[in-house]
């Protein structure tokens, strides 16, 4: 289930119109490892995940990874970017091979953990290609998000390999609400 309220997860500031870099960041708004792409991967396992721990990871990881994609979809339209679409920087649209289909958990949290290390790399690519210091702090808490993601994936994966009991996938959970930052 999700929920919708009315503010973004992280302030989006940027300090002076950019359009050339607002086309850039549509790669993180409809390009292969965008946000968009990540969200859908993630609803897509966990439909498909047995363990409801790590099903319920899944759902909120996928969450929030809608919430990013507001953050980006906001700076685009501040930078002076061009209309929101489901396409990269060069205009490609978004296609359904960019979601891995695998259905083995094992599988899928390994699909998940490389999506994230994909998207972190994208966005350390595009902190380098802007010296906007308001646009470079959310894009420095993007990649940040991105991290704790992987780990958790890489957690999830590591208890099930270890065969761990169904009961300690619950700190997961726990482990993930007490991500964010608390200012």
Known sequence: M?????????SVEVSYPDPEFGRVMLEHYGGKDSEFSAATQYINHSQN??????????????????????????????????????????????????IDQSLDPVAMLQADAEAEIRARQLYNLH???TCDPKLQKM?????????????????????????APL????????EYRMSFPTS
């Open 127 to 129: 902190l380098t290609m």
């Open 2 to 10: 999700f929920k919708y309220f009315n503010g973004l997860l992280y």
């Open 139 to 163: 894009i420095q808490f993007l990649g940040s998000r991105e991290d704790v993601h992987k780990y958790l994936f890489e957690k999830a994966r590591d208890l099930i390999l270890q065969n």
């Open 49 to 98: 995940m047995p363990n409801p721990y790590i099903r319920e990871l899944l759902n909120m990881i996928a969450a929030e990874e809608h919430s990013h994609m507001e953050m980006v979809a906001v700076s685009i339209q501040k930078l002076g970017g061009p209309p929101l679409c489901y396409v990269n920087s060069q205009g490609v649209p978004w296609c359904l091979e960019y």
């Open 167 to 174: 009961d300690s996938f619950r700190k997961l959970i726990t």
